[in-house]
Nanobody
Framework: QVQLVESGGGLVQAGGSLRLSCVASGSIRGVSAMGWYRQAPGKERAMVAT???????NYADFVKGRFTISRDNAKNTVYLQMNSLKPEDTGVYYC??????????????WGKGTLVTVSS
């Protein structure tokens, strides 16, 4: 089995920063693309940022210039540095990973999410 565990969420004032982490573990031979998604109250889950195994990144327009995604392939870990946070960044942030499992198949996995609350 594969698990993704997020950490780093919490309550922060507008203009502040948070750093999210997500570790992939379990029956893994490798990890391909990883990413962060968020679901704001009453809204659908949306892509925030993604990063390929080679380090190519992609950001949603609403976070460009404020958030930075990075990864440590040796640790199967992806990070999301969030700066200049706004109240509209509030939501549950989910980690996603495309994993090459020990079953020799690619599997798409999600973490359980970490709550980020930005107060005005």
């Amino acid at each position: 089995q594969v698990q993704l565990v997020e950490s780093g969420g919490g309550l922060v004032q507008a203009g502040g920063s948070l750093r999210l982490s997500c570790v992939a573990s379990g029956s893994i031979r490798g990890v391909s693309a990883m990413g962060w998604y968020r679901q704001a109250p009453g809204k659908e889950r949306a892509m925030v940022a993604t990063i390929s195994a080679g380090g190519s990144t992609n950001y949603a327009d609403f976070v460009k210039g404020r958030f930075t995604i990075s990864r440590d392939n040796a640790k199967n870990t992806v990070y999301l540095q969030m700066n200049s946070l706004k109240p509209e960044d509030t939501g549950v942030y989910y980690c996603n990973a495309l994993v090459y499992a020990t079953t020799l198949q690619f599997e798409n996995h999600w973490g359980k999410g970490t709550l980020v609350t930005v107060s005005s």
